[in-house]
């Protein structure tokens, strides 16, 4: 096997042969080295205005890549879908006049060319970890993919999904853990800490996380994205609306922008405890 995701001797491959963890650096943003990058914004791009307050005040807190949906996975068919094309150009005018990088989940195949004309990554979502023909296409581009963990996927699954995208040819792949589904109901998923520590050993890859689906639950974000860079996180990726209560999807996992500002704060002196830094 060559490529892999998995196995740290045939890592060595894809990070050139001399066994260094793979970065992935996507225009001034490095993964897997001593900067954790915070990526903020909200769940979907609901409005410009919106979004270009958001982005304003997470860039101000520290934030370094800017994330909102345009094509949204919704449990029910009858909640917000997202604006589609018009949300991702949307968030590329806002990305660009604010001078950050995007990042945007891609559902469907269909939509890849868009996406990769309006987004710096692309973010496979948690339904469609298991979307090996998705993966594939992914293989073969020339761009960045986050690609989060599936909400019931064991950790080889994971790595395995990893394997389809690095395996056509594209080694610009960052993990994401965010949560996994459990016997838990006080929280919308289980964040599986165990998986970021595990996967820092068993693969050269980058791996980040979301403590916002993790918890679902706006107060333990702060707390778990302190655990997560304790962990080994290579970043964090967090949802931030600037009126939470009337957000179109997730409003009650999302920091208001003052949180988000408070948690930067906080996570500044622990990343330089562990040798890293969040800016
Ligand atoms: C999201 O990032 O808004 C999202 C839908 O995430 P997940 O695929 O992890 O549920
Ligand atoms: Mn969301």
Not at 107 to 119: G, Q, S
Request: include cysteine.
């Amino acid at each position: 096997m060559i490529n892999t995701a998995l196995q740290k001797t045939a890592s060595m491959l894809v990070a050139g042969g001399d066994g260094q963890l793979s970065r992935v650096t996507v225009r001034n943003v490095c993964f897997g080295g001593e900067q954790v990058p915070v990526i903020a914004g909200p769940c979907a791009i609901e409005n410009e205005e919106c979004l270009r307050e958001t982005a304003f005040k997470v860039r101000a807190a520290g934030a370094v890549m800017l994330r909102g949906g345009a094509y949204k996975p919704r449990t029910s068919p009858y909640s917000f879908q997202g604006h589609g094309i018009k949300g991702l150009e949307c968030l590329a005018r806002i990305g660009e006049e604010m001078n950050m990088p995007v990042i945007t989940e891609l559902m469907d195949a269909e939509d890849l060319p868009a996406v990769m004309e309006h987004t710096d990554i692309i973010q496979v979502g948690a339904r469609n970890m298991y979307n090996y023909s998705l993966l594939r296409k992914l293989g073969k581009i020339n761009k960045a993919v986050v690609l989060k963990r599936g909400i019931s996927a064991t950790i080889e699954e994971w790595l395995l999904a990893a394997e389809y995208i690095l395996a056509g040819g594209n080694r610009e792949v960052i993990l994401c853990e965010r949560g996994i589904r459990s016997a838990e109901t006080w929280t919308r998923n289980t964040l599986d800490l165990n998986a970021v520590a595990l996967v820092k050993q068993l693969s050269h890859l980058p791996v980040i996380v979301d403590p916002s689906h993790g918890t679902g639950v706006r107060s333990l974000v702060a707390p778990m994205s302190m655990a997560a860079l304790a962990a080994g996180a290579d970043g964090l990726l967090i949802e931030v609306h600037p009126h939470p209560e009337n957000a179109l999807s997730d409003g009650e996992q999302s920091l208001t922008p003052k949180g988000f500002s408070q948690l930067m704060r906080q996570l500044e002196p622990l990343a330089a405890l562990l040798g890293r830094r969040v800016r």
